[in-house]
Antibody
Framework: EVQLVESGGGLIQPGGSLRLSCAASGVSVSSNYMNWVRQAPGKGLEWVSVIYSGGTTYYADSVKGRFTISRDNSKNTLYLQMNTLRAEDTAVYYC??????????????WGQGTLVTVSS | DIQMTQSPSTLSASVRDRVTITCRASQSISSWLAWYQQKPGKAPKILIYKASSLESGVPSRFSGSGSGTEFTLTISSLQPDDFATYYCQQYNSYPYTFGQGTKLEIK
């Protein structure tokens, strides 16, 4: 059974830093395209970042230069380092596995989410 | 960036109704589109991928169609468990954008 479990959220002041973790079981973070998606309270879904199996990364413009996606293959864990946090980064952050292939696609496994609140 | 626009934003319907949600892309995305269902406090769940392929385990009352810039999600006969919010997502090019969501409410 595949499980993705996020942790690391909490209340942080504007300008602060936080690192989110996504511990995976039943799926290898190093062999998959792994994503972070966020959802502000009462709002829709926003893609944040992806790390490919080969290590290539992409970011939404809204977080580029402030957030860094990474992984620890030995711990089978995905991370999102968030720096210079702003009030508009307040959201539930989900990690999700992205399927790839000509006959596939979409995010089939999601974690339960971790809430990040940026407020003074 | 590719903009995804869903309509309607809210839809009121009854059990056993047939409903359709539309998603339009600001440029062609071929068939690189997924549909998700989300219930309050839960993570999204994939229903459809590559515009019309039904995810394993998803009831056959859900179907997707379209290509290019216009797509639809149809629920053939609404069940009580289907009242939720639905999102489309393009995965043609980064950033992988979502529609703003369609909230399906009980009439």
């Amino acid at each position: 059974e595949v499980q993705l479990v996020e942790s690391g959220g909490g209340l942080i002041q504007p300008g602060g830093s936080l690192r989110l973790s996504c511990a995976a079981s039943g799926v290898s973070v190093s062999s998959n395209y792994m994503n972070w998606v966020r959802q502000a309270p009462g709002k829709g879904l926003e893609w944040v970042s992806v790390i490919y199996s080969g290590g290539t990364t992409y970011y939404a413009d809204s977080v580029k230069g402030r957030f860094t996606i990474s992984r620890d293959n030995s711990k089978n864990t995905l991370y999102l380092q968030m720096n210079t946090l702003r009030a508009e980064d307040t959201a539930v952050y989900y990690c999700a596995r992205q399927r790839v292939g000509a006959t596939s696609g979409g995010y089939d496994y999601w974690g339960q989410g971790t809430l990040v609140t940026v407020s003074s | 960036d590719i903009q995804m626009t869903q309509s309607p934003s809210t839809l009121s319907a009854s059990v056993r109704d047939r409903v359709t949600i539309t998603c339009r892309a600001s440029q062609s995305i071929s068939s690189w589109l997924a549909w998700y269902q989300q219930k309050p406090g839960k993570a999204p769940k994939i229903l459809i991928y590559k515009a019309s392929s039904l995810e394993s385990g998803v009831p056959s009352r859900f179907s997707g169609s379209g290509s290019g810039t216009e797509f639809t999600l149809t629920i053939s006969s609404l069940q009580p468990d289907d009242f939720a919010t639905y999102y489309c997502q393009q995965y043609n090019s980064y950033p992988y954008t979502f529609g703003q969501g369609t909230k399906l409410e009980i009439k």
